[in-house]
């Protein structure tokens, strides 16, 4: 069974510019978590989804990024524009049960964003 | 507010036993993970462990949970270099909202 897939696996842009990315979870799974990872430092949620509602935005910084999961499966988070600061690693997680919280979950590889 | 802290280095020699240890602050979780990172890789799942219980074995990883000091850590039994990672413990806090540590780079030197 594929695991959580991500795209791109990394991304170069110039601040100011916008970038977007991909989340395919696990088949079957309902919950998907945006979560962000700073150098030397754990993963940290900047937004849930139950189906296609996001049900925890509160971390997401709202100015700039944005999300969607228009059809309850695939995923694309958004930053426009890019900030120096942004610079990190951006994981996809998901989970099978809805509303569960000692449900796994389970980690994408992560695209490595870089922001020059 | 939630906190897990871990120490950030642990160095030992192939066929030693690792302990990597955690200490978290919300008294409400309820299962607390050990996640493992490799390069350029997301975080692996490695086991987990719900808190009404003091110890758990799953081949050669051991997790022991001392609820009253809220302390947590895992033992890699005879260690190898391909368990050269960064380790992460994480608790949920009694929610859906996993709480990481920093993180402890394991080296296994040959």
């Known amino acids: 069974e594929a695991g959580v897939v991500q795209s791109p696996r990394y991304k170069i842009i110039e601040k100011k510019q916008p970038v977007a990315f991909w989340c395919n979870p696990i088949s079957g799974h309902n919950t998907l978590y945006w979560y962000r990872q700073n150098l030397g430092q754990g993963p940290e949620l900047l937004i849930r989804?139950?189906?296609?509602?996001?049900?925890?935005d509160s971390q997401l910084p709202k100015d700039r990024f944005s999300a969607e999961r228009l059809k309850g499966v695939d995923s694309t988070l958004k930053i426009q524009p890019a900030e120096l600061g942004d610079s990190a690693v951006y994981l996809c997680?998901?989970?099978?049960?809805?509303?569960?919280?000692?449900?796994?979950?389970?980690f994408g590889p992560g695209t490595r964003l870089t922001v020059l | 507010g939630e906190d897990v802290e871990q120490s950030l280095f642990l160095s030992v020699r192939e066929g030693d036993s690792s302990v990597i240890n955690c200490t978290y602050t919300d008294s409400s979780s309820t299962y607390l993970y050990w996640y493992k990172q490799e390069p350029g890789a997301g975080l692996q799942l490695l086991t987990y462990i719900f808190s009404n219980m003091d110890m758990k074995q799953d081949q050669r990883l051991t997790v022991l949970l001392n609820k009253k000091d809220k302390h947590l850590s895992l033992r890699i039994a005879d260690t190898q270099t391909g368990d050269s990672a960064i380790y992460f413990c994480?608790?949920?806090?009694?929610?859906?909202?996993?709480?990481f540590g920093t993180g402890t780079r394991l080296k296994v030197l040959a």
């Open positions: 994480a608790e949920n806090g009694g929610t859906y909202k996993y709480i």
């Open positions: 989804y139950e189906n296609e509602e996001a049900v925890d």
């Open positions: 997680a998901s989970s099978l049960i809805l509303g569960a919280s000692t449900d796994t979950q389970y």
